[in-house]
């Protein structure tokens, strides 16, 4: 294979590069970064460590790995949370994907489709965008912030609800700023519409947590465009991690085949769970139309999440301002036990499961990412784009390659955990 060892993937999450050759239509994504052990560092501590050292995992979806701990853990007590504690765990992880979300659509995604080099271009060659992009991460962190406690490594949630109640006053002053800024997301979806994408369509399976009632986040089934309906605690049976010889990163597959996780899975999976605005301008989408196997929408759908997200944030504020006094913590009992537990990242399903002795100890922890779930995939996308790209030149595929890489979004740091 032609190695490109020198020119590393820019505007990633994180250091990879593809191995390529051309003659074969044969791709690898090399991730070169060393693994951190993540898991046998947490055997031997205290369950209650496990949110707060696994948030540490990652600086930009630090939030969802530690909703997906707690998730784990409450799931191995049997801890039954009240509806305030699930939508304010609720409003966390949209504002975490909102976060992410605008990072990765302006600044890394977006410079490929608006002739701009890089995301530094932005400010002055495209101020409306900067502006744009600036109010939505804003926000993003807002949220996190005043739920979470800080906007990176949260530190209010914990197993049983938060550490802390919260001032209305504040959530009444959050929904206004989140109802005074709605209004750059539907800009932002706008803008992702004129972006002219790669007209490639290459069919595979798509996983989500669905639960049939909302567009879920949190909990539900493991689910796919292919039928699969699976409890959580199955994930081991359905999501299989395998050691590839190119790559730091472990792969994942589901039957020995690769599949996509994320904004597009979700949105292919959940269309009509979508909150009113987002499901309006998907209806009034002039060029695009989902369910889509095209890979490079993934920025599409991730545009479209933002406008969702940033309503049910504002929907689920509104539901705690106009009730009682919430109850933010709940007893329960630390006891032997294991469970998996799961949620929707910003790049898709996160799986997190621990054994617990009868002391509270950390026996055993398995952690499945979204981009191990991802780079399988990424790799089959880029090898379909080489076969239908022979007229090309080198230099105009590889563009297209890199291209597809950025749309994943790929966290490398998570995937080396």
Do not use: W
Request: charged fraction near 25%; include cysteine; hydrophobic fraction near 40%.
């Amino acid at each position: 294979m032609k190695d490109i060892l020198d020119k590393y993937i820019c505007k990633i999450e994180g250091h990879g590069y593809l191995k390529l050759d051309y003659s074969h239509n044969k791709v690898q994504l090399v991730v070169d970064e060393g693994e951190r052990l993540f898991e046998k560092l947490l055997v031997g501590r205290p369950y209650l460590d496990a949110p707060f050292i696994t948030a540490r995992i990652c600086g930009v979806c630090p939030t969802a790995h530690t909703l997906a701990s707690i998730s784990a853990l409450e799931n191995a007590f049997q801890v039954e949370v009240n509806k305030n504690i699930e939508h304010l765990r609720r409003i966390l992880l949209a504002g975490q994907i909102i976060q992410s979300h605008a990072l990765h659509f302006f600044f890394l995604a977006a410079p490929d489709y608006i002739g701009l080099d890089n995301a530094l271009e932005i400010a002055d060659k495209k101020p409306a965008v900067f502006k744009m992009a600036l109010a939505l991460k804003e926000i993003g962190d807002d949220i996190v912030r005043t739920i979470g406690g800080r906007q990176v490594h949260p530190v209010t949630p914990t197993v049983g609800g938060f550490t802390k109640k919260f001032d209305k006053k504040l959530l009444i002053d959050l929904k206004k700023r989140i109802d005074a800024n709605m209004h750059f997301s539907i800009e932002a979806l706008d803008l992702a519409q004129t972006f002219k994408y790669p007209d490639f369509k290459n069919v595979t399976q798509y996983f989500a947590l669905t639960n049939g009632i909302n567009y879920d986040i949190i909990g539900g089934k493991i689910t796919s465009t292919e039928r699969v309906r699976a409890d959580i605690q199955d994930y081991s049976l359905n999501i299989k991690e395998k050691v590839v010889g190119h790559s730091t990163a472990k792969h994942a597959t589901h039957n020995k085949e690769s599949f996509m996780v994320g904004a597009l899975s979700r949105v292919n999976l959940q269309t009509k769970f979508l909150n009113p605005k987002a499901k309006t301008a998907m209806h009034n989408f002039k060029r695009i139309k989902f369910p889509s196997t095209n890979p490079f929408h993934i920025n599409l759908a991730q545009a479209i999440e933002v406008v969702h997200f940033m309503e049910e944030c504002s929907k689920l504020l509104g539901v705690i301002i106009d009730g009682k006094e919430p109850i933010l913590k709940v007893p329960y009992k630390a006891r032997k036990s294991s469970a998996a537990g799961a949620i929707e990242a910003p790049r898709g399903t996160l799986y997190h499961y621990y054994e617990i002795d009868d002391k509270g100890i950390i026996q055993k922890c398995d952690i499945i990412t979204p981009t191990v779930q991802n780079l399988e995939n990424i790799e089959r996308d880029a090898e379909y784009i080489l076969e239908n790209t022979k007229k090309m030149s080198e230099d105009e595929r590889y563009q297209l390659l890199e291209m597809l890489v950025r749309a994943y979004d790929p966290c490398i740091t998570c995937s080396v955990h």
